[in-house]
Structure formats: structure tokens, C-alpha cells
């Protein structure tokens, strides 16, 4: 049987990847974080979460080894991070400056990236510097994975293709219209069957067309790279947007736009599990190498872990549903304290020494009052505003300040404000609207400051901006203010 024992509540938007290494479960989220935790009781790693992208986050991976935590974001870059200290190893930025929508490390500690515009480029993580690039069509591409022997690695493309790679980014193979209307995910088995001359894989990949499927790849010296069809399975009424292997290669599951988690006999091709926990869409899963866990992430802003127990495998109870009253412990997210109620940048002095002493910082309350800190104030803080005007000298007390800082933005700002009020630079309600040449709306200052350090691109795509013009949003500006006297 499969039963719920855990739900994490502490991201503020979708979870968009879940990521697990031996010892620690990692997940991303739209909210521009990566948070870590221990597997062994869930605790949440003191120096997660992760804050240095400045965009949603869309996957993470760990290295081989478990010594690293790979993440990718709109922003274009992949970030890696040490999981002893939480601090970024290495910072890479696409070619291009597209959004960068998976990132995959091979089982050598490569590391593979791909980005909106179909590019894909190959990083050797010991040298930090770029090995290879490639591009797989005009389509994002949205899944990777690499064979356990490291020797191909597998794309899908929102245009619903499947290509096969070798490590000199030379494409092998590919199948067309693999899922109509896109692939979402595609994951090989870690098992590999190798005999000398030959060797053959299994890839699950699922769609748009809420069907997940199972291929067999097979290499031969002289035959080269084939690919063949072994299951499609239809256990999931709508789109579906994760699937992943157990590490033994038994078991497959799949998360789904109908808010259901499926679990598969992945050599049969027999639905086993129907599980119904999350609230909206499922868009993350992932099997620990060390454990019976699952982690599944959603549009609900949690993530469940589940364990599988011994006999999962067996087809006495095939297709049975597992209902939400399955749960039997929950992590909750911190709660904020009351005057979290108000805006951040409405908040007084008092409220900041309130929201210090909460947050276990109460060291820092007569140095903020002493600089009359108030919520506006709280929220334009930098590491070298504390170091030089606010005289504190602890690196580590400098760092947990901004990361909690962040996370109450990211906290604030998620709980209730109309999304269409919140400048996507900042993530903060918007003061001076303005609408950009890309056709989106930011606050006048932080679009200006972005325009002249980031060489005239769109925040949201990307791509060069026409012209620098800023036209007032005053429609936005005024229903903004409606909202804010109704509060």
C-alpha cells in the first residue's frame, strides 16, 4: 500500500520540481526558492531556503554524489549549491539568456541545461565552463534525462517530440509527435541492461495528451540507437506533467492536471494506485534512491511524501483510490504573527520588532529601532546596508536576516493580493504601474533599474525589448488603490 506521512507547506506559489538525494528532499517552486529538508524526519535544512534567483524556479536535480543541488529559473541561469553550507558553488547563464526550463546532471557530474528557445547546452560542472551547445528545434524544451551509463541523455519539447543525444550533444534518434500537444517529462529507468556490444533502456515519458508512456531504447554498435513503443498508459484523465521511476525500476508514477498521483507495475504496465491528496494540479514527482518515499508537488503550493510499503507490487488491489484521510502527520508551515495582516511596507516600527522577535532575532530589535526600521525600510534592506550603516558584523546573522526577509515577501505577498497587483520583478504591490514593450506591467522604479543593468531585455521572456518607453498604467494604478482601502 501507499500512505500519505508527510506534508510541507512552507513554499508561498506552485511547487514546480521535487528532487530527492539519499539524505535530503529538495523542491522548487514559482515563489523563486528551492527549499531543502532531511529525509529522516523532514526538517527543513537551516540554510534553506535557497533565494538567489531572481525569477520562478522550474526544476532541481542533485549531483551523483548528493554534495550538490542543481536549479534552473526564468532568469537563465542554473545555479549550483553546496548542500553542506547552503552557498551558491557556481552560477551558469544560458547562451542566449533564455529562460532555462530543466536541468539534469549525468551520472559523470555533466550537467545538462534546456532552455524556452530550444537550445540545450552541456556544462562540465568541475571546470565551470560550457562544453557543448546543441538545439533540439524552436520548441521550449521542458524534459531531459540521461541514460544510468551516462552515454545518452533523452530531451522532450513542448512540440511534443523525443529526441536521443550522445554527450557530443550529436542527436541519435528522435520520435516526432512522441505526445500530441508536448512532452512534459521524461525520466529513464536507472537500471540499465548492458551486454557488451548492446545495451537497452527503458524511458517513461508523459504528454499533453494525458497519457504517460514507456519505450524501450535500444543501442547496438552496428544497428545504432532504436526506440520502440512498450506501454501507454491511461490511468489519468488529463494532462500529465510529471512521471519518474523507483529506483529498482518496479515502480512508475505519474502526476496529473487532474490532481491525482498514479502508481504503476512499471513492468506490466498495470495501474496499482490511484492516490488524492492535492488540491490542484500535480506538476512534480520523484522516488528517493535510498528509501520507499515519494514526493509529489502541486499548484496547492505543498508537497506530500508518501511511503510505499513491502507488496506495493502485487495487483490484489489494482486502481484502488487512496483517499485524503489517509494522512497521518503534517508539517506545517510557519505561521506569521497577526500584524502580518498589513502590507510589509505598511508596517511601523513596532510591527518590524514584532516580526524580529517571531522570527527568533531579537538581538537585532534596538539596532532596527535605533535606525528607525520600519516596513518599507525592512523590505529595501542589503547585505551591505547591515554590514556598513547597521554595523553587523556576523556574516551568518547578515544572511539569515536577508533570507528571512525574502521569505516573509515571498510570504506576504502570496496570501491573498490579487497577483495582477504585483510587480514581477519585486513580487511587491505595485505603486507606479507602468506597462513595458513586452506587454507586461511592473513597477516603474524596479523596471527602469532592470532596463539599465540587464541590457534591455524582458523580465518575462527574455527577449530584447523593442523600446524603453514606460506608458502609466493608471487603470491598474486605481483599482490597486480600490484594493488596498478595501483592506
Known amino acids: 500500500m501507499v500512505s500519505l506521512i508527510c506534508t510541507l507547506r512552507d513554499h508561498r506559489d506552485d511547487i514546480n520540481c521535487c528532487a530527492f538525494s539519499a539524505s535530503l528532499l529538495a523542491t522548487c517552486s514559482s515563489d523563486k526558492t528551492v527549499r531543502v529538508y532531511f529525509t529522516r524526519d523532514f526538517s527543513e535544512a537551516a540554510f534553506s531556503p535557497l533565494t538567489g534567483h531572481g525569477y520562478g524556479v522550474h526544476c532541481c536535480c542533485f549531483s551523483p554524489c548528493g554534495q550538490y543541488l542543481a536549479s534552473c529559473s526564468t ?26 526550463r530543466v536541468c539534469v546532471f549525468s551520472p559523470d557530474a555533466s550537467l545538462v ?3 524556452s528557445d530550444g537550445t540545450l547546452a552541456l556544462w562540465d560542472f568541475n571546470s565551470k565552463t560550457l562544453r557543448r551547445t546543441g538545439a533540439a528545434n524552436e520548441a521550449s524544451v521542458v524534459a531531459c534525462s540521461f541514460t544510468p551509463c551516462g552515454q545518452m541523455f533523452a530531451t522532450g519539447s513542448t512540440y511534443g517530440d523525443i529526441r536521443l543525444w550522445d554527450v557530443g550533444m550529436n542527436q541519435l534518434h528522435a ?15 536507472p537500471r540499465s541492461q548492458s551486454g557488451g556490444l548492446a545495451s537497452q533502456f527503458r524511458l517513461a515519458s508523459c504528454g499533453q495528451d494525458s497519457q504517460v508512456k514507456i519505450w524501450i531504447v535500444s543501442w547496438h554498435a552496428a544497428a545504432g540507437v532504436k526506440m520502440h513503443l512498450l506501454h501507454t498508459l491511461i ?21 496529473s492536471v487532474d490532481k491525482t498521483i498514479t502508481v504503476y507495475d512499471a513492468h506490466q504496465g498495470v495501474l496499482l494506485y490511484t492516490l488524492k491528496q492535492h488540491d490542484r494540479y500535480v506538476t512534480a514527482c520523484a522516488f528517493s534512491p535510498a528509501s520507499s518515499l515519494i514526493a509529489t ?15 506495493c507490487s502485487g495487483h490484489g488491489d489494482e486502481g484502488k483510490s487512496l483517499p485524503a484521510e489517509t494522512s497521518d502527520v503534517t508539517a506545517e508551515g510557519r505561521k506569521l504573527p497577526g500584524h502580518s495582516r498589513l502590507l510589509v511596507c505598511d508596517w511601523s516600527e513596532e510591527d518590524v520588532s514584532a516580526w524580529l522577535c517571531a522570527e527568533g532575532l531579537e538581538a537585532l530589535a534596538e539596532p532596527f529601532k535605533a535606525n528607525n526600521i520600519d516596513g518599507g525600510e525592512l523590505i529595501a534592506l542589503t547585505k551591505e546596508t547591515l554590514a556598513t550603516e547597521m554595523k553587523i558584523e556576523s556574516v551568518g546573522l547578515r544572511n539569515k536576516v536577508m533570507r528571512k526577509i525574502e521569505e516573509l515577501k515571498t510570504s506576504l505577498v502570496c496570501s491573498g493580493i490579487p497577483d495582477e497587483f504585483l510587480c514581477p520583478i519585486t513580487r511587491e504591490v505595485m505603486k507606479d504601474p507602468v506597462i513595458a514593450a513586452d506587454g507586461y506591467s511592473y513597477e516603474r522604479e524596479a523596471i527602469e533599474s532592470w532596463i539599465n543593468s540587464k541590457n534591455r531585455s524582458s523580465p518575462m521572456t527574455n527577449l530584447p525589448l523593442q523600446t524603453t518607453a514606460l506608458t502609466p498604467n493608471r487603470t491598474l494604478k486605481m483599482a490597486i488603490g480600490r484594493w488596498r482601502s478595501s483592506q
Open 235 to 255: 490511468g489519468q484523465s488529463a494532462p500529465v506533467l510529471s512521471c519518474a521511476f523507483s529506483s529498482d525500476g518496479q515502480l512508475l508514477v505519474s502526476g
Open 175 to 189: 520520435v516526432k509527435n512522441a505526445h500530441d500537444l508536448g512532452v512534459t517529462c521524461c525520466h529513464f529507468d
Open 113 to 115: 541545461s534546456g532552455a
Open 75 to 100: 532568469d537563465a541561469t542554473t545555479v549550483v549549491w553546496s548542500m553542506d553550507t547552503g552557498e551558491i558553488v557556481t552560477v551558469f547563464e544560458h547562451p542566449g539568456r533564455s529562460p532555462v
Open 297 to 311: 508537488g502541486s499548484m496547492d503550493k505543498t508537497v506530500n511524501v508518501w511511503r510505499v510499503e513491502d507488496g
